[in-house]
Nanobody, 123 residues
Framework: QVQLVESGGGLVQAGDSLRLSCAAS????????MGWFRQAPGKEREFVAA????????YYTDSVKGRFTISRVNAKNTVYLQMNSLKPEDTAVYYC????????????????WGQGTQVTVSS
């Protein structure tokens, strides 16, 4: 069991940067692989990035490679998504999620979700 709260979303211009944070409850945060997903209006929730329990392995969807970086600080029970060179197509509600022992791109493998934080990128 883990509870997740995202923060850091907002309105920015294309080319700007934004860092999302996801604060997790409990002392067992390090036992969960973590991920970020996003959902734009009228679209399915899509995978963005994932990170292993130790932070040593990361996965990204192709559209954000080279621009986004997922990281975690287990001592702070926090996972981050650093987003650089933002594009209008990055506009979505971004969700933090906790999986099991292995980093995964599969939405159905995540059992816990935050409430989401809105990211809007203007052109």
């Amino acid at each position: 069991q883990v509870q997740l709260v995202e923060s850091g979303g907002g309105l920015v211009q294309a080319g700007d940067s934004l860092r999302l944070s996801c604060a997790a409850s409990g002392r067992t945060f390090s036992t969960y692989a973590m991920g970020w997903f996003r959902q734009a209006p009228g679209k399915e929730r899509e995978f963005v990035a994932a990170i292993s329990r130790s932070g040593g392995i990361t996965y990204y969807t192709d559209s954000v490679k080279g621009r986004f970086t997922i990281s975690r600080v287990n001592a702070k029970n926090t996972v981050y998504l650093q987003m650089n060179s933002l594009k209008p197509e990055d506009t979505a509600v971004y969700y933090c999620a906790a999986a099991g022992l292995t980093a995964t791109r599969l939405r159905d493998e995540y059992g816990y979700w935050g409430q989401g934080t809105q990211v809007t990128v203007s052109s």
